[in-house]
């Protein structure tokens, strides 16, 4: 369902790009061709969920001598003195925090947990279009789209500063859609056209043409997105079937 929504969504832009983009002086403006696939944008922090190769701290107020740190196992899971090896990759800090306490009640009477990160390298932002590099990149903390720009190499002759695409997935998989300036922020120092990014947003600089859908999905979706090349797709008159 998380892909079918992304594939929609990054459909859309390239649909709507090679449509409206005739001159490179033409402007490019995405907009969700299926009102379903989209939900107002929203600046509502983003709850950080945690990842393989994450490093948390957990702390039991009552038996300090348990204290520990852990770092989440590639299997998604963390080994704690006081619970044994318990899911954590996924979960939020305060899901986590619950599933010590439950865990920990085996062998403890009234534990009070207390989880906190330590390092987040699972932290991740996903850079496509028309950038010298596409790719999965690690999200530096309060990560711009610029920045991310930059760690993808930099911009492609033909790319359009002016009207970057931020996706963003909510916490029930619904995907949210907002552009940027990045010419104004630059230029003007307009922060409105800037903002941090969230762990696993996808920043999409659009071309001034995008000629061939088929190798533009090839580009920046198969390359980009890290899904099993086992998923396919097909591309239809209604959009893409994911199969």
Same mark, same amino acid.
């Given at each position: 369902m998380v892909l079918r929504q992304t594939l929609v $969504? &990054?459909?859309? =832009?390239? $649909? &709507?790009?090679? =449509?409206?983009a005739c001159s490179t002086t033409q402007s490019i403006r995405p907009r969700p061709v299926n009102a379903q696939a989209f939900a107002p944008w929203s600046d509502a922090p983003v709850e950080y969920r945690l990842g393989a190769g994450d490093k948390i701290k957990v702390g039991f107020l009552l038996t300090p001598e348990l204290d520990e740190e852990a770092t989440v196992a590639p299997d998604g899971a963390i080994a704690l003195k006081a619970t044994g090896r318990i899911p954590a990759a996924n979960l939020t800090l305060d899901e986590l925090q619950a599933e010590v306490e439950t865990a920990a009640r085996r062998n403890l009477r009234h534990p009070v947990v207390s989880v906190g990160v330590v390092e987040t390298p699972s932290a991740r932002v996903i850079v496509g279009g028309a950038v010298a590099a596409p790719g999965v990149y690690p999200l530096p903390p309060r990560g711009s789209p610029l920045e991310a720009v930059m760690l993808a190499g930099g911009l492609q002759p033909a790319a359009r500063m002016d009207e970057v695409v931020i996706l963003r997935r909510r916490r029930d998989n619904v995907m949210m859609m907002r552009t940027v300036d990045l010419n104004r922020f630059v230029s003007r120092a307009d922060i409105s056209q800037s903002l941090a990014l969230a762990p696993?947003?996808?920043?999409?600089v659009p071309r001034s043409h995008i000629a061939e859908v088929n190798l533009w999905l090839d580009e920046n979706i198969e390359k980009v997105l890290p899904f099993s090349r086992s998923v396919g797709y097909t591309i239809t008159s209604n959009g893409v079937i994911v199969h």
């Open positions: $969504a &990054l459909w859309a =832009l390239s $649909a &709507l790009a090679s =449509l409206a696993e947003d996808i920043v999409f």
